[in-house]
């Protein structure tokens, strides 16, 4: 298994800010991904984290409101810029060990 | 893209009731997994089960892969069970894709 820790783990920010979420996963990982939980909703993927490279989107996420850095097999840090209400979220940090999937806390974000 | 349906949406049990919850994807899958959405937003996984059977105390879990589902059993149920179950499938690139979740709470 994985320990994955995200900090913050909540926050309250102004519109038009941005906040940099941290995960630090305990092992190295091939994979990292980044989830967004709009309340009372699933899981949606925003991206994956790629080491060493530009981070890969799902449709409807963008680099410029969605910042991602991977500078190694163990971090990884999601931007969200310029916010406004609608982002307030869950975000969730995720790595694979092998093919099984672990998640960190989350970060519960509220945007006013 | 893959599409994931979670059955039933809401359920409410009486303690020490049993439940079966149902997970139906719309294509082949390489991965499966079940977690537990816990009040303060933290998942928990529950059982990786591509296919076959799988238990862990009260819960266990069966996936049927050549028919497109998975159901997850919760025997002698308590309030703790309370929560939000996703099942997530995993496809050749490794990225999951979450159901649409059954909320569960368990009355004391």
């Known amino acids: 298994s994985a320990v994955i820790s995200q900090k913050p783990s909540r926050d309250i920010c102004q519109r038009g800010t941005s906040l940099t979420i941290q995960c630090q996963v305990d092992?190295?990982?091939?994979?990292m991904f980044w989830y967004r939980q709009q309340p009372g909703q699933s899981l949606t993927l925003i991206a994956t984290?790629?080491?060493?490279?530009?981070?890969?989107?799902e449709s409807g996420f963008v680099i410029d409101k969605f910042p991602i850095s991977r500078p190694n097999l163990t971090f990884s840090t999601l931007t969200v810029s310029n916010m406004s209400p609608e982002d307030s979220s869950i975000y969730l940090c995720?790595?694979?060990?092998?093919?099984?999937?672990?998640f960190g806390q989350g970060t519960r974000l509220t945007v006013v | 893209g893959i599409q994931v349906e979670q059955s039933p949406p809401d359920l409410i049990l009486q303690e020490g009731a049993n439940s079966t919850l149902r997970c139906n994807f719309s294509?082949?899958?390489?991965?499966l997994q079940w977690f537990h959405q816990n009040p303060w937003g933290q998942l928990i996984n529950l059982f990786y089960?591509?296919?076959g059977t799988k238990q862990n105390g009260r819960l266990s879990a069966t996936t049927v892969a050549t028919e497109r589902y998975s159901l997850l059993y919760i025997s002698s149920s308590q309030t703790t069970d309370s929560g939000v179950y996703f099942c997530?499938?995993?496809?050749?690139?490794?990225?999951?894709?979450f159901g649409t979740g059954t909320r569960l709470k368990v009355l004391a």
């Open positions: 089960i591509p296919s």
């Open positions: 984290a790629n080491q060493g490279s530009e981070a890969t989107y």
């Open positions: 294509d082949s899958v390489n991965n």
């Open positions: 995720s790595a694979h060990i092998y093919t099984e999937a672990f």
């Open positions: 997530a499938v995993g496809t050749g690139t490794y990225k999951y894709i």
């Open positions: 092992s190295q990982v091939t994979m």
